[in-house]
């Protein structure tokens, strides 16, 4: 059985990728750490940036099989970054070019100078939310609208216009309860719906990668 640690801007961000990879490997009892924030702690962007340049980061690789960095795209050009975390992202940059650009971004803080990325590539996987993590829940309240279910701004929005019906209530703060309540529905049906959204998609097939070869 993976195992497997996050690293990630929030709480939110936690429970919606662990009921992913619930759905994708179909067990619920996949041992998941929480890595950052750690449990009852606040998260933000700057924290997992610098999480990605520390020893901890180094450390956590020795006691889970696999480390997740998950981070919006969003942040990377917000003003509230410091000049050295942020990402020329221009906006004629499709999905997988934008992600290919974060990662890249992200290797430069974990490598270091000894190459630390590249001895452990394999086991570190990118979770790279575009525009926002919330793009993510399109597929589950829109899969057979493909255009809404493959949105990349605008995302929350979309989830509240159909929220209040679907699940009794809005998402304009960062409820946990509100998160786990939306994503638990990933534990059933993400092989089904992943392939709507382009993020998703590219996150699900990197883990279903693992799936995969541990079936070999």
């Not at 534990?187 to 279903?208: A, D, G, T």
């Amino acid at each position: 059985m993976h195992s497997f640690g996050l690293v990630t801007e929030g709480p939110t961000d936690q429970v919606v990728i662990e009921n992913i990879l619930y759905g994708i490997f179909k067990n619920p009892d996949l041992p998941i750490t929480r890595l950052q924030p750690a449990p009852d702690k606040p998260g933000n962007w700057v924290k997992v940036f610098d999480y990605c340049c520390s020893d901890e980061f180094r450390a956590a690789i020795g006691f889970n099989d696999y480390l997740i960095v998950q981070v919006d795209t969003d942040v990377l050009i917000s003003e509230q970054l410091p000049e050295k975390y942020k990402v020329e992202l221009s906006s004629n940059l499709s999905v997988e070019e934008i992600i290919e650009k974060v990662i890249d971004f992200l290797i430069s803080l974990i490598d270091g100078e000894d190459g630390f990325f590249e001895e452990f590539k394999e086991r570190i996987i990118f979770g790279v939310s575009v525009h926002q993590l919330e793009c993510w829940l399109l597929p589950i309240y829109f899969s057979n609208r493909k255009t809404t279910a493959s949105k990349i701004t605008g995302c929350k929005d979309a989830l509240n216009r159909i929220l209040k019906q679907k699940e009794g209530f809005y998402i304009d703060a960062k409820d946990l309860k509100y998160y786990s309540k939306m994503s638990i529905h990933f534990k059933k049906k993400i092989r089904q719906i992943y392939h709507l959204n382009p993020s998703l998609k590219v996150f699900c097939e990197r883990i279903m990668e693992i799936d995969k070869d541990s079936e070999v």
